[in-house]
């Protein structure tokens, strides 16, 4: 093998054996000796035998591992003559560099001696000459030490005959720290001479002192100093040894009473906001001062606390009851705050100053863990603003659907429903990606206690969205009536003006949940998995903290039910108008059909109002208008209307009468028309739905009453100017002109005296009110 091929190990260990074999290093020392029983390849080893290794090499390998062996073999020979050839030439190097610096040393230090010798000299002349100097200056010395001592004794005695004066002036100008340092530092002296030779002074000191303890008495209950002033006072007697213990619980009631000036105010919360959004607009602004009297007071309290707890060493149960109730009421008021319809940049701000107040007092009183306590504190305030976020939203979407109500009766606005249902889905979406993004600064902030709760955020988060959607689910059936609290809404909408933007309300409802189960879950839900994924471990009592798809399958139940819920209310109204139209007259005795009756113009009004609001808000469907084929009620037609016109057309009551009996054997082989589908939300299909229930409601009607011929002619001219406009208005013609047939069928089998009116006289009636219709449409327009 070549000799790039040798592993570092090998190549450093073949560099130390040629080392020990060109130093020769007695073997005896070598730390690890060769072994007897070394392998029969170790040819390094003292051990090695030659033969042996080739005879086995020889055995066991091929001629062509012979010819790699020996290639490889003489790489390593070539390598390890390379190798001991530079060991040599370096070695030389060395050697030849040493012996270089041997001699230069040998030079430089030839001539040393004497020099050295020269300077022990010197040194010793310097030294006789010091001592000859320190002799003659000793007893000058010692004099100079003495007039130092007297000197330092005499200051002493004139501060004290000075004491009483300088004690007066720092009562003039209550520098009483300066005094009782003074007094303080006189007192050894007093202690040991003021019987004696400074009796004087000492009265006249004590009588000082006196006076400075009833100021500082006075001072120390006084309300209008501050809080650190008192303290200062009260450490000021504790030094002249007087009993502050007595005054220990006056001096915590002045500073537990002292609290409320230093709790958060609605300034103070503006001045924190105010500083947070632009700090340059604090020059010279009367909230700079509030901030710099706040922040003093916060200070002031801080000392305090630290001064205490040097005069009392045993009140930090006390003390630390006091900052807990003071961060407690600060943040209960950060907690109403947050309440508010804020930004959560608005709520950081505050907690940061609040946070800042309590590493200010967690600094002085360790022991009271106020970092930990504070974190409950700021955990229910962040918790309670994310709860009113949801609620504020709550109310903006019922502002928006109040638009109904108010663009209805004050007629502000073309389109009332439109503009309402687009601003209900902007309050829903847009103000849901508002709080998301909101909630996202409250995430993204290194505020610590923030951080600690990011979990906790997370998961109110995704409660709060899924209480929310439920909550709107039961505001929904509030405000459609479909609960027992439906009263509060028609207390609000009572008449018939009420009754129909009920209807509206309705209406607009139903497709507000179909845009929130297929769009608003959609992107919320999107959101909050690229934002607000994770959360951590959750007690599954109320379920999962946001399930999308139990919210889209309740809201898509909501749409269906408040859709039948529209079309119910509306037909609930046709009725109203159906029931005066066939309960006022009387039937037996009715005239002659003179015109069409006026309650189809109500009734083609009623209609007119319902398709105007469903475009308002409902989409188009596809277009799917059902034309009369095989397949949808062809066959009913060629085989029921030969029959009715036939038995119409009869002048012979006794014939009129049998021809029920064939209309009715007719019906058994008519092909079934599909008349009540499922109902989509869309214009077409609500709007053919409520004609069909129109219809269905005035055969039920018919069925109820008892006509004469006249009576029977004036539901047939009614019908038949109904049919072309009906059919216009719904979707599936073939289920409309089979249910008018039904109604003709219906009211011919309760009159007493079937004759329709001729086919002629029916057009010229027919054209008479469309006539009229037409120059009325005229006349308004």
Known sequence: MSGDEVPLDEKARRMRDLLSSFYGPDPSMSPNPPSKFAPFDAINSNSFNADHYLNLLIHKSSLEGLLQRHVGMAAEIKNLDTDLQMLVYENYNKFISATDAIKRMNSNIMGMESNMEQLLEKIKTVQSRSDGVNTSLFEKREHIEKLHLTRNLLRKVQFIYDLPARLGKCIKSEAYADAVRFYTGAMPIFKAYGDSSFQDCKRASEEAIAIIIKNLQG?????????????????????????????????FEKLEQSLGDLQLKDEDISRCLLMSNDPSKLENHPESVAATVHEASVQEFVEAVRAYRVIFPDSDKQLIKLAQELVTKNFETGEQYGKKRIRAADLLAVLR????????????????????????????????????????????????????????????????????????KKAVLQGSMDILLDFRQLLDDDLELLVKLRESILNWVQEGFQDFFRELHGRFLLLSGRNNSSSQVHGVAEGTQGDRILASLVLVLAQLSVFIEQTAIQRITEEIAASFAGGGIRLYENGPAFVPGEICRSFRSAGEKLLHHYINLRNQRISVLLRKRFTTPNWVKHKEPREVHMFVDLLLQELEAIEKEVKQVLPQGLLRRH???????????????????????????????????????????????????????????????????????????????????????????????????LKEAAENEAAIDFLIDEVSVAAAERCLDPIPLEQPILDKLIQAKLTKSLSQSAVSS
């Open 353 to 424: 100053m609040i946070w800042k107040e309590v590493l200010q007092m967690d600094e002085v009183l360790h022991e009271s863990v106020l970092s930990e306590f504070s974190l409950e504190a700021v955990q229910i305030t962040v918790k309670h603003h994310v709860a009113s976020r949801f609620s504020h939203l709550l109310h903006d979407i019922s502002d928006a659907l109040a638009k109904v109500y108010v663009g209805q009766k004050e007629g502000m606005e073309e389109f009332p429903l439109q503009v309402a249902l687009g601003a209900s």
């Open 627 to 725: 034309q009369r084929n095989d397949s949808n009620g062809s066959t009913n037609s060629s085989r029921s209307n030969p029959l009715r016109e036939g038995k119409l057309s009869r002048t012979n009551t006794q014939k009129a009468r049998s021809q029920l009996l064939e209309t009715h054997l007719a019906k058994l082989f008519k092909q079934k028309v599909e008349i009540f589908t499922k109902v989509e939300c869309t214009q077409e299909s609500v709007i053919t739905t409520i004609v069909k229930f129109s219809l269905k409601s005035l055969q039920e009607f018919v069925r109820h009453q008892t006509f004469n011929r006249s009576g029977f002619q004036q539901i047939q001219l009614d019908i038949q100017y109904l049919r072309t406009p």
């Open 219 to 251: 001072k120390l209950f006084s309300d209008s100093e501050s809080i650190q002033a008192r303290a200062e006072a009260a450490m000021l007697l504790k030094q002249l040894d007087f009993p502050v213990d007595s005054l220990k619980e006056k001096l």
